[in-house]
Structure formats: structure tokens, C-alpha cells
Nanobody
Framework: QVQVVESGGGLVQPGGSLRLSCAAS????????MGWYRQVPGNERELVAT???????NYADSVMGRFTISRGNAKNTVYLQMNNLKPEDTAVYYC???????????????WGRGTQVNVSS
């Protein structure tokens, strides 16, 4: 099994910054693309940013230029630096990773339980 754990959410004022962290652990053979999604109650979960195992990022238009996604040296970690936060960034942020586990022939997607980000004055 694979565990995905996020941390770093909280309350911040508009214009402020937060850094989210995510670590995957368990019976991991290889980790491929990792990323962040977010969801507001009543809305669908939406892509925020992803990063490949080579470090190639992809961003939603709404966060381009404000958020930066990066992989840790251990490759099983991913970070999301969020700058110039806006009230519309308020959501639960979920980490996701594409993993091949030991003994498996497929790549499966695993999700964390989410971390709340509130942007409010």
C-alpha cells in the first residue's frame, strides 16, 4: 500500500504565501508524475499543478506565475509554493501521485486526504 500525506495548509491573508508539502511512502517501486488538485465544496476537483519525475511542471492558468511546484531530492516528495494568494484560492488541496508498487505491473494513482487553505482578511 501507499500512503500520501499533505501538510502546510492554514489561514493566510490575501497577498500572503503558503508552502504545501506532500510525501508518499509504502511499497513504492517507482513514482512518476506528482501533483496538486484543489476542491471547493459543491465544485469538482480541479488541477492546480503537476510535475513529472523529470521535473517538468504544468500549471492551471489560474495559478500560473503565482504558484511553483517542485519535487524533493528524495523524489517521493512534492511541494507547492503559493505566493500572492487570493480569496479564490481557498480550497482543500489534495496531493496525488502515480506509483508503481512492488509486485505490481500497473501504475496506479494515489491521493492524500487533503489540507485546507483559507485565504481571508
Amino acid at each position: 500500500q501507499v500512503q500520501v500525506v499533505e501538510s502546510g495548509g492554514g489561514l493566510v491573508q490575501p497577498g500572503g504565501s503558503l508552502r504545501l508539502s506532500c510525501a508518499a511512502s509504502g511499497s513504492i517501486l517507482s513514482i512518476y508524475t506528482m501533483g496538486w488538485y484543489r476542491q471547493v465544496p459543491g465544485n469538482e476537483r480541479e488541477l492546480v499543478a503537476t510535475v513529472t519525475s523529470y521535473g517538468t511542471p504544468n500549471y492551471a492558468d489560474s495559478v500560473m506565475g503565482r504558484f511553483t511546484i517542485s519535487r524533493g531530492n528524495a523524489k517521493n516528495t512534492v511541494y507547492l509554493q503559493m505566493n500572492n494568494l487570493k480569496p479564490e484560492d481557498t480550497a482543500v488541496y489534495y496531493c496525488t501521485c502515480n506509483v508503481k508498487t512492488r509486485g505490481s505491473t500497473s501504475i496506479d494513482v494515489y491521493w492524500g486526504r487533503g489540507t485546507q487553505v483559507n485565504v481571508s482578511s
